[in-house]
């Protein structure tokens, strides 16, 4: 059985989120498991939790063989032969990410990623999705109330706050329901993508009682009154250059050499964006700069990029916000930004760490999910090769390095160290 230790987040200040909450480690223990934690002042649940929950707490992970963390773990705490379960960031051969990869490679050690987790239909089954999808909404909507106070606009809308400044969802939930976004401004929301991040985001305009509007009705410029939200896929952005139909697999194989953008027939029709789709350089750009310039008059007030490709898919994306300094102004003329909230220009929201806002909910439904993969986790037999483990499919599928050899999948890598 590999010894066990939940890693403390080194991030930033906000980063206070744990993998394992004291609830699963009671439960691990209760089962035979024994995990230790690693001693942490800012995680959501305290030294004490762990240590009720029998858990031992410890310095440093150095003396452990399985790590279990969110994050990136520091370069420098990798351990010859260790093993290592958190977000790494390396799958898309990310730059800044790669000499932690390369450690992983020179010290033996061993990499499972969440990202990477999936179940046999190709789903992810452990994510935070659901989280930056209600914080990134919230912080949309908190932006767009200070936007309309600026102008002296009255709206409900202006007294949502920023999400951390709520206890959790339940709290959320009930305090939105007093809102009526029905008197004052109407505020129009398109929110773009399907996935856990864009059903995070409705999720929030339910809690705020928002008709949904479908995106036919908008397509075809039937505007209702009043306040409302509507959801667009990549079919209603995206459209093929030979006006054959839209087929979401063929978008993906061939993206921008076969399909080009048609996001700019919906400008005008809503005043608050939320994009949440997943967007590499080989997709259309929806709003790039020489469109924001033609169009600025119908620019959204407020963007929500929870996305956040900086010069990505929305090229007004120019750096990641953050949680102390949320809002950034897009200037259209210049393609420049200016920090907080004007009328100059479409006010951006581009958090890159949205559910930190959210940090217990977020644990406590990451939790529920790894605990059950944490026994396999412990019982890997590291003397065995990687043709011969006999581990948990999802598991042994998310493995990126395997005792310093990068598994099969993901020996395309090589080219990016
Ligand atoms: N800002 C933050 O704090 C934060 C936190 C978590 C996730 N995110 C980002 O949010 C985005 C969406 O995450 P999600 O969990 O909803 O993702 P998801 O995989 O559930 O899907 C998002 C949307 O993108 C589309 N999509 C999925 N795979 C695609 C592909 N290969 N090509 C084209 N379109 C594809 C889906 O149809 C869906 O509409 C990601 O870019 C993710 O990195 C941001």
Known sequence: ML???VRKEHKNQWERRTPLTPDAVDQLIKQGFTIDVEACDIRIFNDQAYQQAGAKLVPTPAEHKLVVGIKEPPVDSIQQDQVHIAFSHTIKGQSYNMPLLQTFIDKGATLFDYETIVNERGARTIAFGRFAGIAGAIDTFHIAGKKLQLINK?????N???THGYDGIEQIKSEFGQYDLQKGEAIRVLIVGTGNVGKGAEEVCRWLKLPKVDIQSIELGHIPEGSWYTVASSRHINARKDGKDFE??????NGSIEYKSTFDQLLGRFNILIQTPYWTEKYPKHLDRERMKTNKEKLPWVIGDISCDINGSLECTKIASTIDEPAFTYQPETGDYKNGISWDGPTVMSIDNL?????????EHFSAILKNYIPHLMQLDLSLEFDDLELHPELYRSLIVYKGKLTPNYKYLKKYL
């Open 160 to 162: 949502i706050k920023q």
């Open 248 to 253: 979401f697999d063929d978008f993906v194989a």
């Open 154 to 158: 009255p709206s409900d809308i202006a």
């Open 355 to 363: 559910p930190c806002e959210l940090s217990a909910d977020a644990s």
């Open 3 to 5: 010894k066990t230790v």
